[in-house]
């Protein structure tokens, strides 16, 4: 295969326009036409191109070079390489390392190289605050998706989210159902009794009573509430016989969901904008399609 055809072949690979390889290359989109149609790059240019279509100078000549490398597998035996209880923190490590090369521009990527590690602290104080209040995150976003990241030892946060075709609002609930979630979450005692349970080991079922001594709640308001968190899938219910008659005990459902939830949830309230690194190049809104009324 000649060079033209191989640079035709990887750019249609990787979904790019002819214009979008000649920016990346710094060239005119008539240049890469012309590499394509049986001419050739200038000699100093074939580094960069390989580098931009991911290849290396033989695979950008089309030459043999053995068995491509398995990413996924060589990522699996590196973390093997560790010990079990290290093995997230270094996914964490290895996916912070990667924010360079979600298309930051080159410039701002240089910037970037060296610094994106795991420091030691993701906890920054304000200087009329006594004790450290405010996380240093870290986002990339743009019309693909977001990433938002804390890279902190003391609190390692790792959210990537890419866009789907046809948009976020497609996987969204209904409205009225974020609604009745919210609106039960804001009653008195409700998040005290959901956290409670959450120091709960995952697989019990709790009695009524339990959870109200826990919570210093009334019996009838905990088992209102609890019900509550039945109907919005919060909880899981269990008929129990015992002398007395029939009883109720409750067990979490979902329970992975909820710190994840109330990251994001103080995500969302952070006042100041403190971030390690922050990247918005992100255009189109954050939901396409009819607004909801």
Request: hydrophobic share 40%; with cysteine.
């Amino acid at each position: 295969m000649i060079i033209s055809e191989r640079i035709a072949e990887l750019r249609k690979e990787r979904g790019m326009t002819q214009e979008q390889l000649g920016l990346k290359v710094g060239v005119s989109s008539q240049a890469v036409s012309k590499w394509e149609n049986g001419g050739a790059p200038d000699v100093e240019l074939l580094p960069v191109i390989a580098d931009v279509l991911g290849v290396s100078l033989d695979g950008l000549f089309g030459r043999d070079t053995g068995p491509a490398t398995d990413v996924s597998h060589t990522v699996i035996q590196y973390l093997r390489s560790f010990p079990a209880e290290r093995r997230m923190m270094e996914l964490h490590r290895l996916l912070t390392a990667s924010m360079p090369g979600l298309g930051i521009p080159d410039r701002l990527a240089r910037e970037l190289d060296g610094l994106v590690s795991v420091s030691e602290t993701a906890w920054f104080a304000m200087e009329d605050q006594e004790e450290p209040s405010y996380w240093m995150r870290s986002l990339i976003a743009d019309d693909s998706g977001t990433m938002m990241m804390v890279t902190a030892e003391d609190f390692p946060l790792f959210f990537l989210l890419p866009e789907p075709e046809g948009g976020y609002k497609q996987n969204l609930a209904p409205v009225e159902e974020y609604r009745k979630l919210f609106a039960l979450l804001g009653e008195e005692h409700a998040l005290e009794i959901l956290l409670w349970m959450a120091h709960c080991k995952a697989d019990t079922y709790i009695s009524t009573a339990a959870v109200a001594k826990g919570c210093g709640c009334s019996v009838e308001e905990t088992e209102r509430l609890l019900a509550g968190m039945v109907d919005c899938g919060l909880l899981a219910s269990l008929d129990i016989q015992t002398e007395d008659g029939t009883t109720k005990a409750w067990q979490q459902k979902n329970g992975e969901a909820l710190v994840p939830f109330l990251y994001l949830a103080r995500w969302l309230m952070q006042k100041k904008y403190l971030y390690f690194y922050g990247w918005n190049a992100r255009e189109k809104p954050w939901l396409t399609g009819e607004k909801n009324v």
